[in-house]
């Protein structure tokens, strides 16, 4: 799996298969300050993710 994680600008690629939110556990992200992107939609941490698929994980921004 391609993995493009914006926080820190960094491309991966690892073996990979379950859920959004096992990914994010796995890669230590908070779900609730990102949004996952699959192959160009973004998509519920209840997704499943397979090795063929590319991902971004992009920050959320909030301001007050």
């Known amino acids: 799996m391609k993995i493009y994680l914006e926080v820190n600008k960094k491309n991966m690629e690892m073996p990979f298969q379950g859920t959004v939110e096992e990914l994010l556990e796995e890669l230590k992200i908070?779900?609730?300050?990102?949004?996952v992107v699959?192959?160009?939609?973004?998509?519920?941490?209840?997704?499943?993710?397979?090795?063929?698929?590319?991902?971004?994980?992009?920050?959320?921004?909030?301001?007050?």
């Open 38 to 64: 699959k192959n160009g939609e973004i998509v519920t941490s209840d997704e499943e993710l397979f090795d063929e698929d590319n991902i971004q994980i992009l920050s959320v921004v909030s301001g007050g």
């Open 30 to 35: 908070n779900p609730e300050e990102v949004l």
